[in-house]
């Protein structure tokens, strides 16, 4: 056989080879997904869009503007309804990996659409994502929580995540919402922890007797936890601060937090450590083996292509679960109506200076 021919008959392989991994991809981007709550109560979806206009929007790439944010919202639902559409509108421009991941119209949110409320009160929770990720994308954990009696607020830092979604169009991240280091990163956190405690306001503005504004606990994963303990202690109606895979940082890091503290990630840092011994209220840490960042977000909930997952720190259900759990174990702690009792499960350890 000659070369070429070899060479034609090698090439028409890879054709092959390339088009069956294409099929596959397409396959496995349409199978449904669900994230479906597991507590007692159905919950409910909304959006809200809000303007603080006491402050002027630093991280805007154009000044002079108030700061506007989306804020989403899940809560105990009286009934069911529509189901919410995971990503609607603009929002779809969340997905990055093309036929690498689920499509987001195969994803089952689990959550209805502007229902209305249970019956009650209920504590509320100011969800802050990592830097770069949007609330969106904490749909699982957000309605975990929610179907067990509390209401979330889960903000988007506007020109921080990669996408946000403002008057129905999408709105990128600039270079000031990105600074993950130095002076600029600090800014940022202050601008976050503002941005956490109006949301806490502004929820208790819009939902009035549903949602028990005094018992207000700030959680966030990865840069957005490190900005909860901040926003908490800032905040005299904080009952609690729970951090997700973040390094905690300024000031509350040597002063400690005199409200109830939960640390959950695959390390405790330094930071971590020295907030811990800093701190005079109740602190509690752990540490997940084989836990890696993306692991708190919904990634780990949907299908990813091997490709995808073997270079981005994305994806593990377990770990998705476990924070879930032992945030469901520590808000009844932050609102005075429970004893910490971590849950029972394998791979997690308790870490550092704990149990104060």
């Keep these: 056989m000659s070369l070429k021919r070899v060479g034609s008959a090698a090439a028409a392989v890879v054709v092959l080879l390339f088009a069956a991994y294409a099929g596959f991809l397409g396959h496995r981007a349409r199978h449904a997904v669900s994230l479906a709550p597991p507590g007692p109560y159905p919950v409910g979806r909304a959006a809200q869009e809000v303007a603080d206009r006491s402050r002027t929007d630093e991280l805007a790439p154009v000044g002079g503007n108030p700061r506007v944010l989306s804020m989403w919202l899940w809560y105990p639902a009286a009934s069911r309804g529509t189901p919410a559409a995971y990503a609607p509108g603009a929002w779809a421009g969340l997905r990055r990996y093309g036929w690498g991941q689920t499509a987001f119209s195969r994803i089952a949110t689990g959550t209805f659409a502007d229902v209305p409320f249970a019956a009650g009160t209920f504590p509320l929770v100011v969800l802050l994502p990592g830097l770069g990720f949007a609330a969106p994308q904490y749909q699982a954990l957000a309605a975990s929580i929610a179907s067990r009696g509390y209401v979330v607020a889960g903000v988007t830092p506007t020109y921080s995540a990669r996408l946000s979604v403002i008057g129905g169009h999408a709105v990128r991240a600039s ?58 202690r800032a905040d005299p109606a904080c009952a609690g601060a729970a951090d997700l895979d973040g390094a905690p940082g300024g000031k509350v890091v040597s002063t400690g937090l005199r409200q109830p503290l939960l640390m959950l990630g695959s390390s405790l840092p330094p930071t971590g450590q020295s907030l811990l011994a800093a701190g005079g209220g109740r602190a509690w840490a752990y540490t997940i083996a084989g836990a890696r960042s993306g692991d708190f977000t919904d990634y780990a909930a949907y299908w990813l292509a091997a490709p995808v997952r073997a270079v981005r720190p994305l994806g593990d259900p377990r770990v998705l679960a476990i924070a879930a759990d032992y945030l469901a174990a520590f808000l009844p702690v932050a609102a005075g109506n429970a004893t910490w009792r971590p849950p029972s499960i394998p791979g997690v350890r308790e870490a550092g200076m704990l149990g104060r």
């Design 175 to 232: 270079a000031a919402g990105t600074v993950s280091s130095g002076p600029g990163a600090a800014r940022l956190a202050a601008v976050w922890a503002a941005d956490a405690r109006f949301a806490a306001r502004q929820a208790g503005l819009l939902l009035g007797p549903h949602v028990h504004r005094a018992q207000v606990v700030y959680a966030g994963h990865g840069f957005g936890g490190a900005v909860a303990i901040e926003a908490c």
